[in-house]
T-cell receptor, first 116, second 109 residues
Framework: EAGVAQSPRYKIIEKRQSVAFWCNPI?????LYWYQQILGQGPKLLIQ????????DSQLPKDRFSAERLKGVDSTLKIQPAKLEDSAVYLC??????????????FGPGTRLTVL | GEDVEQSLFLSVREGDSSVINCTYT??????LYWYKQEPGAGLQLLTY?????DMKQDQRLTVLLNKKDKHLSLRIADTQTGDSAIYFC?????????FGKGTRLHILP
């Protein structure tokens, strides 16, 4: 079974530039998550999708971050414009259903973003 | 509030047991998790425990849950060099997972 795919693996940009990350979850997984992991910290949930609908985006900085999952499969996360404090690893995860049914989240390898 | 606390570093000699401790805040958490993260990789679920259990064993891994003290521990028996990684404690809350900052396990020869 193929795992969660993410691209690019690394990205370096200057502040105020825009950047987009892509995630392809495991086939058949309805729930998709984007996490931000700042160096030395645990992952923090940014947004959760159930199919193509947003379940939770309470911690997404909506003035600069946006995410979509138009067809309920792959997803993109965009930052526009980027700030220095956005430097982090952005992890995508997917699960069959939501956590309420105790479904394991499978994580991708992440995209390491460096903002200069 | 949401807070999962764990020590940042642990050094253990190869062959010894490693014990990683964690405290959490939400007494209503249904599940508590241990994830492993190796360099350059995403998180891998190692094990989880349902909140009505107090112990779970899976090969070299033993999870102990003290719900009264909101304390969770992960014991790795016969620690090997391949166990070197960051271990995250996490709790489920409102259909989300809240992670601790991770404990970096360093294996001494």
């Amino acid at each position: 079974e193929a795992g969660v795919a993410q691209s690019p693996r690394y990205k370096i940009i200057e502040k105020r530039q825009s950047v987009a990350f892509w995630c392809n979850p495991i086939s058949g997984h309805a729930t998709l998550y984007w996490y931000q992991q700042i160096l030395g910290q645990g992952p923090k949930l940014l947004i959760q999708f159930q199919n193509n609908g947003v379940v939770d985006d309470s911690q997404l900085p909506k003035d600069r971050f946006s995410a979509e999952r138009l067809k309920g499969v792959d997803s993109t996360l965009k930052i526009q414009p980027a700030k220095l404090e956005d430097s982090a690893v952005y992890l995508c995860a997917s699960s069959l259903e939501s956590l309420a049914n105790d479904n394991e989240q499978f994580f991708g390898p992440g995209t390491r973003l460096t903002v200069l | 509030g949401e807070d999962v606390e764990q020590s940042l570093f642990l050094s253990v000699r190869e062959g010894d047991s490693s014990v990683i401790n964690c405290t959490y805040t939400d007494s209503s958490s249904t599940y508590l998790y241990w994830y492993k993260q190796e360099p350059g990789a995403g998180l891998q679920l190692l094990t989880y425990i349902f909140s009505n259990m107090d112990m779970k064993q899976d090969q070299r891994l033993t999870v102990l849950l003290n719900k009264k003290d909101k304390h969770l521990s992960l014991r790795i028996a016969d620690t090997q060099t391949g166990d070197s990684a960051i271990y995250f404690c996490a709790e489920s809350m409102d259909d989300k997972i809240i992670f601790g900052k991770g404990t970096r396990l360093h294996i001494l020869p």
